[in-house]
T-cell receptor, first 113, second 113 residues
């Protein structure tokens, strides 16, 4: 059972454009939603994370929008750059004394020059 | 560089064999996680250890086992290997093992022939 659904699978955006990746979750007990970025040949690295007490979090060109009622959250990359070309994973976890992340299947982003 | 090291980087073996993957967490991190990444399943959580004790189990097969040693390094043992076990195996570490940043190693690419 896939608890975090991510779309699209792949995305091509022109340099300077906005990249948008969407995730939906099923488990209402999830209360921590990180995004990880993975470059080819590397392990994933935390990009930005949000908790459901806020609807938006911005760090530089990266913004998470969170809709608790719809059980959806999305990553927006403003002014996308070729260096942003990577695979992006959304994830979710619940505060149950330990934290295991449930990941979406990933979105391969290509920013064309 | 995340500070998490994994060895070996690549491993080629035959069906039915047994292999051991090794992970050294970041200095000061008490928790270690193991993930399997494949093209069709994405990043799947296998198991978590905290300060030598198993803390959480995910989609880990009975043929797979792990442990965390007193010096906090961890090993993932994969036995009776099947073609479908071919994947990237990542280790991640974190300080407390709760909802915090997980730092991923570079991964071990396993190919079962």
């Amino acid at each position: 059972q896939q608890q975090v659904k991510q779309s699209p699978q792949s995305l091509i955006v022109q340099k300077g454009g906005i990249s948008i990746i969407n995730c939906a979750y099923e488990n209402t007990a999830f209360d921590y939603f990180p995004w990880y970025q993975q470059f080819p040949g590397k392990g994933p690295a935390l990009l930005i994370a949000i908790r459901p007490d806020v609807s938006e979090k911005k760090e530089g060109r990266f913004t998470i929008s969170f809709n608790k009622s719809a059980k959806q959250f999305s990553l927006h990359i403003m002014d996308s750059q070729p260096g942003d070309s990577a695979t992006y994973f959304c994830a979710a976890s619940m505060n149950s004394g330990y934290s295991t992340l449930t990941f979406g299947k990933g979105t391969m982003l290509l920013v064309s020059p | 560089d995340s500070g998490v090291t994994q060895t070996p980087k690549h491993l080629i073996t035959a069906t039915g064999q047994r292999v051991t993957l090794r992970c050294s967490p970041r200095s000061g991190d008490l928790s270690v996680y193991w993930y399997q990444q494949s093209l069709d399943q994405g990043l799947q959580f296998l198991i978590q250890y905290y300060n030598g004790e198993e803390r959480a189990k995910g989609n880990i097969l009975e043929r797979f086992s792990a442990q965390q040693f007193p010096d906090l390094h961890s090993e993932l043992n994969l036995s009776s290997l099947e073609l479908g076990d071919s994947a990237l195996y990542f280790c991640a570490s974190s300080v407390r093992g709760d909802q915090e940043t997980q730092y991923f190693g570079p991964g071990t690419r396993l190919l079962v022939l």
